[in-house]
């Protein structure tokens, strides 16, 4: 009965996802997200779709995971990351002020093929990440609800890989859009009934849940709040999905979108970690990446609820980043023609190489967001030098801090080999992510400092 009852509701979104997608595609719908009269989109879609796309499976599962290992602290750390939206706002303000119609633009400006080239590289990582990480989090789901079911995660990975990617290969950017309105208004419907839920078990206390140590005792939680403070500022300037949004409406629009997703977005966050937390706080076994601790804690009518909520955001996040690679392949690498063809084709290389990565690839989920934060932080003495401090960054200085950044992502990945591991401070993995993330900027910093020279004349409003 519950395996039916997360399919039927699951299903159900999916055919009102079809039945708002554009029934005719155009290529400035496709790659701009315009409607079928050429209307950029609105605020509330803005922030939906910002929303639906950065609350995705992948994130909701680490805010969760967080609380149950570091409590209260590992919850707010993971929530740290959603400040993004306001410096990713910032950058995308400043940067259109500076006459820039994306950050491709911005970077091709003052580096060059060189400059972009190099941040091309970082976001295409960033979109793999996005489809493997969420993809991943559907096997763990579909294998925890189906048991019995030989395969039955590899199984949905294929189903709902098929699904995001076909009906956003028909619309691509504004089918993306659509549809995270409608997933989003479900979203917000069936997880608040289960947070409901979960605040009116007896076991709930308030108090317990702001106070929680977790399961492993919330020193690493604090660690990953200062990770996260140091990767805010750079961190939504990697993110195609979250970047592409930024240039689609006018400025005002767009700066109150992204104000409105902040606060929307953190909540959900904060929200569904309290799930990880309580059930450190009942001292519930860690199984499955938690799915299968809530299988057991709650009643069944809860847990397919908080299954809906993840697959709905898996889904969400997918059609998102088919959009954006295509953008990127198509319009700013111009590896394809800017045909619809073109973007589908792109579209079903990243959906083959995203679903292989799952397949094969790493398990941590937090392993994908480390190591892209990590890479990402070539462009915070980059944009805070060109942004806040009106100064000229010459490219060698750019690509001392770009090879700085993949060094220490590299660096983090293979943190337990032999040789990589004797260059580290001899602790936990978050504390050795610090030490890697200081650097970096140290370096960064040093070379954008000694090279670049202030501009008197400033550009834009």
């Known amino acids: 009965m519950q395996t039916f009852a997360i399919t039927a509701t699951f299903a159900t979104i999916i055919v009102f996802s079809l039945f708002v997608a554009p029934r005719r595609a155009t290529?400035?719908?496709f790659f701009g997200g315009h409607s079928e009269t050429g209307a950029a989109p609105s605020q509330w879609t803005l922030v939906l779709s910002q929303v639906t796309t950065w609350?995705?499976?992948?994130?909701?599962?680490?805010?969760?995971?967080?609380?149950?290992?570091?409590?209260?602290?590992?919850?707010?750390?993971?929530?740290?990351?959603?400040?993004?939206?306001?410096?990713?706002?910032?950058?995308v303000d400043r940067m259109r002020a500076q006459g820039a119609g994306s950050v491709q633009d911005w970077l091709s400006q003052r580096f060059g093929a060189t400059g972009t080239t190099a941040y091309n590289v970082v976001i295409a990582l960033r979109l793999l990440s996005e489809v493997f990480a969420n993809l991943l989090v559907v096997g763990l789901i579909f294998s925890a609800a189906l048991p019995d079911i030989a395969n039955a995660g590899t199984l949905a990975i294929i189903g709902v890989g098929l699904l995001a990617l076909g009906y956003s290969a028909w619309g691509g950017l504004s089918a993306a859009l659509r549809t995270d309105v409608v997933q989003m208004v479900f979203f917000l419907v069936i997880f608040g009934l289960a947070f409901g839920a979960l605040v009116v078990r007896?076991?709930?206390?308030?108090?317990?849940?702001?106070?929680?140590?977790?399961?492993?005792?919330?020193?690493?939680?604090?660690?990953?709040?200062l990770v996260a403070a140091l990767q805010v500022f750079s961190y939504p300037a990697h993110d195609p999905v979250m970047m592409d949004r930024g240039f689609l409406a006018d400025r005002a629009?767009?700066?109150?979108?992204f104000f409105h997703a902040f606060w929307l977005s953190t909540l959900c966050i904060l929200a569904f970690g309290v799930f990880g937390i309580q059930a450190s706080l009942e001292g519930a076994a860690y199984e499955g990446q938690l799915i299968g601790t809530w299988s057991t804690m709650f009643p069944s009518w809860v847990f397919t609820l908080l299954v809906v909520s993840l697959l709905v955001s898996a889904l969400s996040t997918l059609d998102s980043a088919f959009s954006s690679a295509a953008r990127l392949v198509v319009e700013e690498l111009k590896l394809a023609p800017r045909t619809l063809a073109g973007g589908r084709v792109t579209m079903v290389g990243f959906a083959l190489a995203g679903g292989a990565l799952t397949l094969w690839g790493n398990q941590?989920?937090?392993?994908?967001?480390?190591?892209?934060?990590?890479?990402?932080?070539?462009?915070?003495?980059?944009?805070?030098?060109?942004?806040?401090?009106?100064?000229?960054?010459?490219?060698?200085?750019?690509m001392v801090s770009f090879?700085?950044?993949?060094?220490?992502?590299?660096?983090?990945?293979?943190?337990?080999?032999?040789?990589?591991s004797a260059l580290l401070y001899d602790?936990?993995?978050?504390?050795?992510?610090?030490?890697?993330?200081?650097?970096?900027?140290?370096?960064?910093?040093?070379?954008?400092?000694?090279?670049?020279?202030?501009?008197?004349?400033?550009?834009?409003?």
């Open 27 to 29: 290529l400035s719908g």
């Open 55 to 91: 609350i995705f499976a992948r994130s909701l599962m680490n805010a969760a995971i967080l609380g149950f290992y570091y409590g209260i602290a590992g919850t707010l750390a993971y929530a740290a990351y959603y400040a993004s939206f306001l410096t990713g706002g910032y950058i």
């Open 202 to 225: 007896p076991e709930f206390e308030l108090g317990a849940v702001l106070t929680a140590p977790g399961a492993s005792g919330p020193h690493n939680g604090w660690v990953l709040l």
């Open 253 to 257: 629009t767009t700066r109150k979108s």
């Open 364 to 398: 941590t989920l937090f392993d994908a967001v480390a190591v892209s934060g990590t890479a990402s932080m070539f462009l915070t003495p980059v944009l805070i030098a060109g942004l806040i401090g009106h100064r000229t960054v010459p490219l060698w200085s750019y």
């Open 403 to 420: 090879v700085a950044a993949i060094l220490g992502a590299a660096t983090y990945m293979f943190r337990d080999t032999v040789g990589v």
């Open 427 to 461: 602790g936990h993995k978050y504390e050795q992510l610090l030490q890697i993330c200081l650097l970096v900027l140290m370096i960064g910093f040093a070379a954008v400092s000694s090279g670049s020279r202030r501009v008197d004349a400033r550009v834009g409003g």
